[in-house]
Structures are given as C-alpha cells and as structure tokens.
C-alpha cells in the first residue's frame, strides 16, 4: 500500500469512527474503547475478558454499562438521526462490490428466554427440538435480521455476512412485517441507491404480505430459498 493510500485509508477510518460516535447515546467512550479491545483481541474468551485488554481503560463495570446503554431510545429527541449515523457507519464497513447490484439477505431467529420471569412481552417462538417427538416451541423473543452479503474475497472463503438492521419482533406482530419495516429503511437511504438490490429469503418470505410490499420497490429483486 501506498502512502497516499495509507493515507486516504486513515482518513476513511476517522471519518467512520467520528460517524460511529456521533450515533451513540451514552456511554460513547466506553464503546470506543470496546470495539479497540475487541479488534485487538487475541486472548480474550469472554466479553469481561475485554476489560482486560490495555485499548480498554476502564473496569468490568463499565464494559457492562456502556453495552446496556449505548443505544438511542426511541424517546430520544434525536433518535432518528442517530439511528442514521449508526446505520451509515455500519454500511461503509461493506467491502465494495464488482457486481451491478448490492445482495442482502434476510431471516427471523428465534432467542430462547424461558427462565427469564420478569422479561416483557415474552410469546411462544418457533424453536427446533432435536428430540423425537416434541414440538419444536420455546418462549423468548424472535429477532429480525437483515444483513448485507459481500462479495467472494481472494482467498476463495466468504467473507463474514455484514449486519445492517437487527430488530426484536413484537409478539403481536410477525417477522416479515418486522422485515418490511427495516428494508424500507435500507432501500430508502442513499447509500445504496446507486445499483439494483437483491434480497435473498426462505420460503417464509413467500406470503403475500411481504412480497407485496417489495414488488412496490422498483430496483430490489427479491430470492425466496428453501431452507435446507
């Protein structure tokens, strides 16, 4: 690498980092410090563990903090912008693509928490069970994901799919109605307005109730995959 490219590279990383840190709500220096530890780590096998990494200038109770109240509340006067900051700081870690389109996927996953008696709007969740026999149900929460799925790099391995919206899904609503409301975010923002989209699904995505909703997006195509 070049000089100057080294250098364009540095300035890309600050300008990502102050976008980074414009979007948090609190805590914002602890975050930082986090995400040093984590990107450094070589040792670490715990989230505590990261406290002890000399990027992290803080104790353990802090990490703890800084994780539970990082993120802006909706009752925050500027959510909305922060949660665009956040979001435009996650979508320039995507590597750029050679293809005419940006390829995303979608999914809800289910996140057990049946021993959790004080956690809200806990619902029966849809949770396999390798036993014969049972029903595959849980109680928790289901979380609705969508990522965006770079392309092949050099060495023939894929590389890690990139999260750009991580939503929990109400109990009383369902997960492509979840889903419908962070595409319509995704496919909104400028950052990806530029080439076609396509959005690769399982076979829940096929109803209605979704489809309809994208076919009014003109630049996205939309993949529905049997699960395997």
Request: aromatic fraction near 8%; proline fraction near 7%.
């Amino acid at each position: 690498m070049t000089k100057n490219e080294t250098a364009t590279s540095v300035e890309e990383f600050l300008v990502w980092r102050s976008n980074l840190f414009q979007g948090l709500k609190a805590r914002k220096e602890t975050i930082i410090e986090l995400l040093d530890a984590l990107s450094s780590n070589q040792q670490a096998h715990s989230v505590v563990e990261l406290s002890l990494n000399p990027l992290f200038r803080r104790d353990y109770n802090s990490l703890y903090r800084g994780i539970q109240e990082f993120l802006p509340t909706q009752t925050d006067p500027n959510y909305e912008q922060r949660i665009e900051t956040l979001f435009s700081a996650v979508s320039r870690t995507i590597p750029p693509t050679s293809k005419h389109y940006n390829l995303f996927g979608i999914d809800t996953t289910p996140c057990p928490r049946r021993f959790a008696e004080t956690l809200a709007d806990k619902t029966f969740i849809h949770y396999p069970n390798p036993i014969k026999g049972n029903k595959p149900i849980n109680i928790g929460h289901c979380y609705s994901v969508v990522c965006a799925l770079p392309d092949q790099i050099d060495t023939e391995k894929v590389p890690w799919a990139v999260p750009l919206s991580g939503e929990r899904v109400p109990s009383k609503h369902k997960g492509v109605n979840q889903g419908n409301q962070q595409l319509k975010k995704i496919w909104q923002s400028s950052l990806f307005s530029d080439k076609l989209s396509v959005l690769v699904a399982d076979s829940d995505y096929s109803q209605k109730d979704f489809i309809g909703e994208q076919v009014k997006h003109e630049d996205v195509v939309t993949s529905n995959c049997s699960p395997q």
